[in-house]
């Protein structure tokens, strides 16, 4: 039986899980999605709908109590300026949590979890990342060529021939 | 403080790990991709979990 066994105490001290947990509930604020391990994700689950409760309440009280609890002023401002409304008109459940796959080293039930409705600000995120990494592709495969051909001037023949090889 | 009295012979050891096997998992078929992946869990190949969820994929290179 199960009993009495409630919560998730991640293999961390009282003050050790309390900090990671509002690390995670602060990063998952500004970001709107954060990967981490499905117990992470169910753990910090609560302390997310209630930041976001506070968010809804929208007043000063509220504010101080969400200021307490997040690790940056940032986090507070995002949650009562864009969050708290976006949720205006749900009876909790803010979150998705989807599993994913699992780590390489340590074999860790991996997942993300994210706040409803963001997924235009995700898919903005995404773009904008593709578009960092195709203009550093663009760049590294530049700078390959450029030291290629710069080789093959330097060296002659034999630096032309392993060239050739790699290509 | 109690012993074993005799050596077990190895029937008694193949008999005991009769019910050891492992089972293959069961996986479903992704509804985007139609590859085949573990249920309750994104597709690892296209991204996609219930229409949507689209997780980065790293094209094939």
């Known amino acids: 039986m199960r009993h009495k066994e409630a919560g998730w105490k991640l293999g961390r001290n009282t003050s050790h899980r309390r900090s990671l947990l509002r690390n995670l509930v602060t990063s998952l604020i500004v970001e709107e999605r954060i990967e981490t391990t499905v117990p992470k994700a169910k753990a910090m689950r609560p302390n997310v709908e209630k930041m976001i409760t506070l968010g809804k309440r929208g007043d000063l009280s509220a504010r101080r109590l969400a200021a307490a609890y997040l690790m940056t002023r940032e986090a507070v401002d995002k949650l009562f300026d864009t969050i708290g409304p976006r949720f205006g008109d749900r009876n909790g459940g803010y979150v998705r949590i989807v599993r994913t796959g699992w780590n390489k080293g340590d074999g860790a039930d991996k997942a993300f979890i994210e706040l409803l409705g963001s997924e235009k600000v995700l898919d903005e995120k995404r773009q904008k990342r593709a578009e960092t990494r195709a203009k550093r592709a663009a760049e590294t495969k530049k700078a390959m060529e450029e030291a290629e051909a710069q080789a093959k001037t330097e060296s002659g023949a034999e630096a032309g021939e392993e060239g050739e090889k790699k290509e | ?61």
Do not use: F, I, T
């Open chain 2, 1 to 61: 403080m109690p012993n074993p009295k005799r050596r077990h012979s190895a029937a008694r050891r193949g008999n005991r790990r009769a019910h050891d096997a492992m089972k293959a998992h069961s996986l479903s078929e992704c509804p985007n991709c139609h590859e085949r992946k573990l249920p309750h869990r994104a597709c690892p190949k296209c991204g996609y979990y219930k229409g949507r969820e689209v997780l980065d994929v790293e094209e094939a290179s």
